[in-house]
């Protein structure tokens, strides 16, 4: 199978790309630096030539309100030229519990891109994921105020980068779902004490202090940010993926 994937040099991308073309598919990445800026509708329609599936793991470069105006633009462009090509599929990796959140401008987005692909002419795919592993130091640098980290007790349930890319390989090789697969770590972690695991593992000389006001997840509530009983999980434990 030929597939076009979409922002292929990122972290969950280049794993997807070399994941298909080791298991002997025809993976090509695409992006701005290739010619195919999928914001403003250049270059896409080639990069999906002879394609059988698409793959966007394309991200806005803001978290904010400007988030919307990406993915609305992103998306419209790709589902015009996936239908003009005759792609079969196109599978997007989202957030667990992304519609969950509307407090955050970069949630709303998300769905809003999940809701443009979902009522599109093209069978889709989404991957919603948990909160990836690599993302926790950048967690953690946002609400260190001197050498303390200041976080909430939200639930988290951390995947693996791997793991998020082999399972949308997964879907991707597939039919298309017409709908969504969970995919979540083994193991979930109120976020403040994941990052006292953090430091105990890499220690820096920082300490965690509980504070339920502080950073991007003090405004989740409840356990939504968590997988539910139909969610695959992932082998990765995070105390693993720490060593």
Do not use: C
Request: no cysteine; aromatic share 6%.
């Amino acid at each position: 199978m030929k597939f076009a994937v979409f922002g292929g040099t990122g972290l969950i991308g280049s794993q997807v790309v070399e994941q298909l073309n080791a298991a002997g598919h025809e993976a090509v990445s695409h992006s701005k630096s290739t010619g195919a800026d999928l914001v403003e509708g250049t270059g896409v329609e080639e990069a999906m030539a002879d394609a059988d599936v698409v793959i966007n793991l394309t991200n806005s470069p803001t978290f904010d309100d400007a988030s919307l105006a990406f993915f609305r633009a992103s998306m419209d462009n790709l589902l015009a030229a996936a239908q003009k090509a005759g792609v079969r599929h196109i599978v997007i990796l989202s957030i667990v519990g992304v519609d969950q959140v509307p407090q955050l401008d970069y949630y709303r987005a998300k769905t809003l891109q999940e809701n443009i692909l979902e009522s599109g002419p093209v069978p889709y795919s989404i991957v919603r994921a948990t909160q990836f592993m690599e993302f926790m130091e950048a967690t953690m640098s946002w609400t260190t105020e001197g050498d303390a980290v200041h976080l909430p007790s939200t639930p988290i349930q951390p995947i693996a980068a791997k793991d998020v890319a082999a399972a949308v390989v997964d879907v991707a090789v597939g039919a298309p779902l017409q709908g969504i697969r969970n995919v979540a770590g083994p193991d979930v972690y109120p976020l403040d004490e994941l990052g006292r695991i953090t430091l105990q593992a890499r220690p820096d000389g920082r300490t965690v202090v509980n504070d339920e006001e502080a950073g991007l997840f003090a405004v989740v509530q409840g356990d939504v940010l968590t997988a539910g009983d139909d969610a695959h999980i992932a082998p990765t434990h995070y105390t693993d993926w720490l060593g």
